[in-house]
């Protein structure tokens, strides 16, 4: 089993739709929570990065973590077509040298 | 900040020659990582450097694989004798430093490797 299992894909919504990425994991050391946007051909773009458990919203996007369920979720309301892309959670413990452990990553892609 | 910097963006090589790339950090981003990712996989952790120091390696990481960053600035990753199997996007990743706290990691656009 891997240490971060993400919802496989792809997945196809139209414009507007609330769009919900989950990801689990088996590790309980890991108190640190990303969400990182990855655009074809591109490197991963930093989109949310929360401690423990708890919501963070910013703009149109909000990060879920239950710690109790080892599940993270991310959120995206009136989605756009320009949101089509590749989502990757990642995880890692606390500490300053600590390497991220990333899911397969999930394509989204948002009909107009 | 003109963010985490890579070169060359894609490289095509035959089996068995050697290959280098470069990364260029955020500047004063003390802490910086590669990271290999394969098509339809998330990446995986290869190494880290805090300043010039190289502090942890991964397994995946062969002995023909070398990594540098001789003045804790710009890092190299060299492949030596290239496998098909080393065909891959090479990320390479800054934080900044200081303290015990962890810090996001800003990643570059990555080395495109092909092996023919």
């Known amino acids: 089993q891997k240490e971060v299992e993400q919802d496989p894909g792809p997945l196809s919504v139209p414009e507007g739709a609330i769009v919900s990425l989950n990801c689990t994991y088996s590790n309980s050391a890991f108190q640190y929570f990303m969400w990182y946007r990855q655009y074809s051909r591109k490197g991963p773009e930093l989109l949310m990065y929360t401690y423990s458990s708890g919501n963070k919203e910013d703009g149109r996007f909000t990060a879920q973590v239950d710690k109790s369920s080892k599940y993270i979720s991310l959120f995206i309301r009136d989605s756009q077509p320009s949101d089509s892309a590749t989502y990757l959670c990642a995880m890692q413990p606390p500490g300053a040298n600590s390497k991220l452990t990333f899911g397969k990553g999930i394509t989204l892609s948002v009909r107009p | 900040d003109t963010g985490v910097s890579q070169d060359p963006r894609h490289k095509i090589t035959k089996r068995g020659q050697n290959v280098t790339f470069r990364c260029d950090p955020i500047s004063e981003h003390n802490r910086l990582y590669w990271y290999r990712q394969t098509l339809g996989q998330g990446p995986e952790f290869l190494t880290y450097?805090?300043?010039?120091?190289?502090?942890?390696k991964s397994r995946l990481l062969s002995d023909r694989f070398s990594a540098e960053r001789p003045k804790g600035s710009f890092s190299t990753l060299e492949i030596q004798r290239t496998e098909q199997g080393d065909s891959a996007m090479y990320l390479c990743?800054?934080?900044?430093?200081?303290?015990?706290?962890?810090?996001?990691?800003?990643f570059g656009d990555g080395t495109r490797l092909s092996i023919l």
């Open positions: 450097f805090q300043n010039e120091a190289q502090l942890e």
């Open positions: 990743a800054s934080s900044p430093g200081g303290g015990t706290v962890n810090q996001p990691q800003h």
